[in-house]
C-alpha cells in the first residue's frame, strides 16, 4: 500500500512563485513514477508533470515547460514541482500520484493518488 500527501499550496500573486511537495511512504519497489495532475472547478483532471523513480525522466505538458520543474529525492521518498512565472489558468486543485506502469500522461496508469493541495493564483 502507498499513502501520498501533498502541501505547498496556497494563493498566490500572477508572476509569483510556489512548490509543492509530495511524501510517499510504503512500498516502493513497484513504483515506475510519481506524477502531478490537476483539476480546476467543472473541468477534467489533466496532467501536469512526472518523474520516473528509477532514471528520474522528466515529462511536462506543454502547458506548462518552462515554468514548472519537478523533482524527486529517494532517499526521502519525496517529489517536489517547482511553480514560477504563475497564472490565473494554473489555479487548480494539484494531486500527486503513484504509477507501477509505463505513459505517464494518462491517469489510469496510477494506482495511488493523494488528497490534494489546492493552488490559487490571483490576477
Known amino acids: 500500500q502507498v499513502q501520498l500527501v501533498e502541501s505547498g499550496g496556497g494563493l498566490v500573486q500572477a508572476g509569483g512563485s510556489l512548490r509543492l511537495s509530495c511524501a510517499a511512504s510504503g512500498r516502493t519497489f513497484s513504483r515506475y513514477a510519481i506524477g502531478w495532475f490537476r483539476q480546476a472547478p467543472g473541468k477534467e483532471r489533466e496532467f501536469v508533470a512526472a518523474?520516473?523513480?528509477?532514471?528520474?525522466?522528466?515529462y511536462y505538458a506543454d502547458s506548462v515547460k518552462g515554468r514548472f520543474t519537478i523533482s524527486k529525492d529517494n532517499a526521502k521518498n519525496t517529489v517536489s514541482l517547482q511553480m514560477n512565472s504563475l497564472k490565473p489558468e494554473d489555479t487548480a486543485v494539484y494531486y500527486c500520484?503513484?504509477?507501477?506502469?509505463?505513459?505517464?500522461?494518462?491517469?489510469?496508469?496510477?494506482?495511488?493518488w493523494g488528497q490534494g493541495t489546492q493552488v490559487t493564483v490571483s490576477s
Open positions: 500520484a503513484d504509477s507501477g506502469r509505463g505513459n505517464v500522461f494518462y491517469s489510469a496508469n496510477y494506482n495511488y
Open positions: 518523474i520516473t523513480w528509477s532514471a528520474g525522466i522528466t
